[in-house]
Structure formats: structure tokens, C-alpha cells
């Protein structure tokens, strides 16, 4: 929202905690939202979905889990939205578009269910593939900026079938989100 404004109540209560996998919050309460990024980088690839089952469960109703990994400053980063089932629901990319390359530049910080699954045959590098290759198709837009051209890769993807999620406002920041099946491990 611009200057400020934003369609929450001011009066609203927000607070940020520090915790472990045990989400520790004062009076039983629950959070409706858990941040974990470059958490699970270090585990191996079969113990995510327990510590996802985990986090999620101390979520309140309808809360998610945003579980990713990104660069040291925040220019590329993924994550994998997770209901308070445990289940993966959404996969997100998204990349600082001044300077941008590729977008596959997101293959190194895909999240730890992902970033071994970055291979032929897989529908997540099939996805990074398309992108880069519609990057490319759009690159004559780059003289109105790199916005342009990510909009017109992220639309061409949708023509193509693939299921993005969203619209312009979304892609504008250089987010492109699919539905968990679309990139899931065969």
C-alpha cells in the first residue's frame, strides 16, 4: 500500500519473537505466521517434512508457515508456503529485478526440498528453464526496464500452461508464485 496505509487496524497487536522449532509464545497463544528462511539449509532433505509437521502444528487456525531460503541481503530468495497440516501448498520465487541476470539465479537458494530436485526431470528446474527462456524471448522490452520484461515472462508462462499464481501487481515486484504440485518431487 502506499503511503502508509494498509488494510490492517491500526490498533492491531503485531509482535516478532525469536524461537526454535518449538515456537515458543507467551499464554498459549499461537502465531498466525511463522518466517523460517535459511533454516533448514543445514538438514537433509528427508527430515523436512517433520520439521515442517512441527512448526506448523503450533500455527493458529488458518495460519502458514513461509519456509525458504535467500541471499545474505534479501535480492533472491524462495519459499514454499506450508498449511497447519504440514502440507506445502505455494512455491515462490522472488528476485531483485534491477541487474537480474536470470532468474534461475534462484536455483542456489531453493529451499532444502527443493535444491536437489534442480535437475532434468524435475518440475522445478523445468520451471527455472521456461523462465530463463521467456527472460530471454523478452529481453527487447529491457529498454523500458527490467519490470517489463519480468511481466511479460511471467505472462508468457501462464500462456504456456504453467499455473501462476497471481497477477502484474505481484509479478511488478519480481514475484512469480505456483501452486505447490506444479514444482513438487516426482
Known amino acids: 500500500m502506499r503511503a502508509g496505509q494498509t488494510p490492517f487496524s491500526p490498533d492491531l497487536r503485531v509482535s516478532f519473537a525469536r524461537g526454535g522449532f518449538e515456537v515458543p509464545l507467551t499464554g498459549g497463544r499461537r502465531p498466525a505466521v511463522i518466517r523460517a528462511m535459511n533454516v533448514l539449509r543445514q538438514y537433509d532433505?528427508?527430515?523436512?517434512?517433520?520439521?515442517?509437521?512441527?512448526m506448523s502444528s503450533r500455527l493458529a487456525p488458518k495460519g502458514l508457515l513461509f519456509e525458504g531460503t535467500c541471499d545474505e541481503i534479501g535480492r533472491v530468495a524462495s519459499w514454499i508456503d506450508?498449511?497447519?497440516?504440514?502440507?506445502?501448498?505455494?512455491?515462490?520465487?522472488?528476485?531483485?529485478?534491477?541487474?537480474?541476470?536470470?532468474?534461475?539465479?534462484?536455483a542456489?537458494?531453493?529451499?532444502?526440498?527443493?535444491?536437489h530436485r534442480n535437475v532434468p526431470g524435475e518440475r522445478v528446474h523445468a520451471l527455472l528453464v521456461e523462465l530463463d527462456r521467456e527472460w530471454e524471448r523478452a529481453a527487447p522490452l529491457s529498454t523500458f526496464?527490467?519490470?517489463?520484461?519480468?511481466?511479460?515472462?511471467?505472462?508468457?508462462l501462464r500462456q504456456q500452461g504453467w499455473p501462476v499464481l497471481?497477477?502484474?501487481t505481484r509479478w511488478r515486484l519480481g514475484e512469480l508464485t505456483v501452486p505447490w504440485s506444479a514444482v513438487a518431487p516426482r
Open 145 to 156: 526496464g527490467a519490470t517489463q520484461r519480468f511481466l511479460a515472462a511471467a505472462s508468457a
Open 166 to 168: 497471481g497477477s502484474r
Open 82 to 106: 506450508v498449511d497447519t497440516t504440514g502440507a506445502p501448498v505455494r512455491f515462490t520465487i522472488s528476485l531483485r529485478l534491477a541487474e537480474l541476470e536470470h532468474p534461475s539465479i534462484v
Open 45 to 54: 532433505e528427508a527430515d523436512v517434512p517433520a520439521a515442517w509437521a512441527s
Open 108 to 115: 542456489e537458494r531453493l529451499p532444502k526440498a527443493l535444491i
